[in-house]
């Protein structure tokens, strides 16, 4: 297995154009440590674009289904590879930003999951490049064109390289640690989990938990990828996604004490994918 790994950067971590620079000094910190280590950064739309964009669509009276609407929606990721690869070579990173039609991930109903990875490119820029920043939620159509995963689908296209890669990790960064017992932001005895296994991270999925979209947990089980959801600061703690769970405090036992599992990310309404 190479030394790759995917961060996923969503939109409720791209608020404001700072925020753009705290990812970028992340990842240059990242490589200078580890200077063999090579990473893709999947992005997302600044938070808030993506409904915005919905919005002039609706405005204009488009039918969603609409490929020219997905072609408007593309503009967000496309504007946050742009702005963090100008921010990484600002700071000396060698990193190279790709478009939908280099990811090599194609929107495919007939296909088992929906899409289809051919990961050359990206394989083939990783060899050039420590980084290489791709944007999330965007793929090409089987036939032409460009289409778009859904809701949260920048973390199923994380996912998906991440499996096609053979990549060591999949980090999803979100603006909270990872999942917990109840929901901490009304209640502060809430316990964060270590690890919590895929069948109940897609149990609360179904439940309206979108802390991570039910497609990318599919796919990541079927592919038997660990998933490391974490925040972008200095948080030492991390959820897990993975087949068993061992940890001291666990899913297990917070079901035993009659707890739910709760995975609280700010502003889902309102959250870019």
């Known amino acids: 297995m190479s030394d790759w790994i995917v961060w996923k950067l969503g939109?409720?971590?791209?608020?404001?154009?700072?925020?753009?620079?705290?990812?970028?000094?992340?990842?240059?910190?990242a490589i200078s440590a580890a200077p063999a280590t090579r990473i893709?950064?999947?992005v997302s739309a600044r938070y808030g674009v993506t409904n915005r964009l919905?919005?002039?669509?609706?405005?204009?009276?488009?039918?969603?289904?609409?490929?020219?609407?997905?072609?408007?929606?593309?503009?967000?990721?496309l504007q946050s590879v742009a702005h963090l690869s100008m921010r990484l070579r600002q700071r000396g990173v060698d990193c190279v930003g790709l478009t939908p039609d280099e990811i090599g991930l194609r929107i495919d109903d007939a296909s088992g999951h929906g899409f289809t990875v051919d990961?050359?490119?990206?394989?083939?820029?990783?060899?050039?490049?420590?980084?290489v920043v791709v944007p999330g939620f965007v793929g090409t159509r089987f036939g032409g064109g460009w289409g778009t995963l859904g809701r949260g689908g920048s973390d199923?296209?994380?996912?998906?390289?991440?499996?096609?890669?053979?990549?060591?990790?999949?980090e999803l960064v979100k603006d909270v640690p990872g999942?917990?017992?109840?929901?901490?932001?009304?209640?502060?005895?809430?316990i964060h989990l270590a690890?919590?296994?895929?069948?109940?991270?897609?149990?609360?999925?179904?439940?309206?938990?979108?802390?991570?979209?039910?497609?990318a947990l599919r796919h990541a089980e079927q592919c038997?990828?660990?998933?490391?959801?974490r925040t972008l600061d200095g948080d030492v703690r991390r959820t897990t996604v993975c087949e068993r769970v061992s940890a001291p405090v666990d899913e297990a036992s917070a079901i035993r004490r009659g707890e739910g599992l709760y995975g609280a990310i700010t502003g889902l309404a309102a959250a870019a994918p």
């Open 40 to 42: 893709v950064a999947v």
């Open 224 to 229: 038997g990828l660990e998933l490391i959801l």
């Open 179 to 190: 999942y917990f017992t109840s929901d901490p932001n009304v209640n502060a005895s809430a």
């Open 54 to 77: 919905v919005s002039q669509a609706s405005r204009l009276g488009a039918d969603t289904s609409m490929p020219e609407v997905d072609l408007l929606l593309a503009t967000g990721e």
């Open 119 to 131: 990961p050359t490119c990206v394989r083939r820029r990783l060899a050039e490049h420590p980084v």
């Open 195 to 215: 690890h919590v296994s895929y069948a109940r991270a897609l149990e609360m999925a179904a439940a309206g938990c979108d802390l991570v979209q039910t497609e």
């Open 156 to 170: 199923l296209t994380a996912v998906a390289l991440a499996a096609a890669l053979g990549a060591r990790r999949c």
């Open 11 to 29: 939109g409720s971590i791209l608020r404001r154009s700072r925020d753009y620079d705290r990812c970028a000094e992340r990842l240059a910190s």
